[in-house]
T-cell receptor, first 113, second 111 residues
Framework: KAGVTQTPRYLIKTRGQQVTLSCSPI?????VSWYQQTPGQGLQFLFE???????NKGNFPGRFSGRQFSNSRSEMNVSTLELGDSALYLC????????????FGPGTRLLVL | LAKTTQPISMDSYEGQEVNITCSHN???????ITWYQQFPSQGPRFIIQ???TKVTNEVASLFIPADRKSSTLSLPRVSLSDTAVYYC????????????FGKGTRLSVIA
C-alpha cells in the first residue's frame, strides 16, 4: 500500500507570496493532519481534517488554512508568507477508527526569502 | 491534552539496549501511547503503540506500568542507524483531540 505523499517536496517563496501544499493520504484513510516543524518550535499541530471537515485546529494565525476533498486528499495554504514560515510541513493520515495511529509523509520543505 | 516529558538526549554504544522513558502523568482513560522515530528532514516514522502492559514488534518493545503514568521504549542492540529523535505521544486516537508532539529525545549511537 502506498504511503502518504506530499507535493512539492521543496519550495522557495518570497515574503508576501502565498503557497499551497498538497497531501495524498494512504488509501482508505479519511483523516489528514498537518504539522509545522521548525528547529526552534519543534513539531506543531496545525489542523486536522476528517471527511472534508476541520476536526481539530492548532494555535496558528488565520493565514494558515486547509481543506480536504471528497477523495480525502488535502491541501494547506499559507497566505502572505513571512520569513518565520520557513519550515518543514508534514502531513499525516490515519483511518477514522479508534486505536489506529497516523502515518506521516516525507514533508514539504518551504523556504521563505 | 496529556503532556509528555522525555529526556532531551541520550548516548549509547552500538549493540547496547536503549531504554527511553516518557512521563505522562495526566493520561486519560481513552488515551493510547505512541512512539515515533524521526531522522533529519524526514517525516516521523511510527515505531510502536500501546495502551497497557507490554507490546513488542520487530523493532522495539513498549513497557507501560499499571498506572500508565509513564512508558518506556526499549530498543534492543542499537546500531548507528538508530541515531534519531524519538517522540512519545499520548492521544485519543478516536480523533477527539490532536496528537501533540513534545521535544523528543535525541539518541546518539556511538561506534
Amino acid at each position: 500500500k502506498a504511503g502518504v505523499t506530499q507535493t512539492p517536496r521543496y519550495l522557495i517563496k518570497t515574503r508576501g507570496q502565498q503557497v499551497t501544499l498538497s497531501c495524498s493520504p494512504i488509501s482508505g484513510h479519511r483523516s489528514v493532519s498537518w504539522y509545522q516543524q521548525t528547529p526552534g518550535q519543534g513539531l506543531q499541530f496545525l489542523f486536522e481534517y476528517f471527511s472534508e471537515t476541520q476536526r481539530n485546529k492548532g494555535n496558528f494565525p488565520g493565514r494558515f488554512s486547509g481543506r480536504q476533498f471528497s477523495n480525502s486528499r488535502s491541501e494547506m495554504n499559507v497566505s502572505t508568507l513571512e520569513l518565520g514560515d520557513s519550515a518543514l510541513y508534514l502531513c499525516a493520515s490515519r483511518p477514522a477508527s479508534a486505536g489506529e495511529t497516523q502515518y506521516f509523509g516525507p514533508g514539504t520543505r518551504l523556504l521563505v526569502l | 491534552l496529556a503532556k509528555t516529558t522525555q529526556p532531551i538526549s541520550m548516548d549509547s554504544y552500538e549493540g547496547q539496549e536503549v531504554n527511553i522513558t516518557c512521563s505522562h502523568n495526566n493520561i486519560a482513560t481513552n488515551d493510547y501511547i505512541t512512539w515515533y522515530q524521526q531522522f533529519p528532514s524526514q517525516g516521523p516514522r511510527f515505531i510502536i503503540q500501546g495502551y497497557k502492559t507490554k507490546v513488542t514488534n520487530e523493532v522495539a518493545s513498549l513497557f507501560i506500568p499499571a498506572d500508565r503514568k509513564s512508558s518506556t521504549l526499549s530498543l534492543p542492540r542499537v546500531s548507528l542507524s538508530d541515531t534519531a529523535v524519538y517522540y512519545c505521544l499520548v492521544g485519543d486516537l478516536a480523533g477527539n483531540t490532536p496528537l501533540v508532539f513534545g521535544k523528543g529525545t535525541r539518541l546518539s549511537v556511538i561506534a
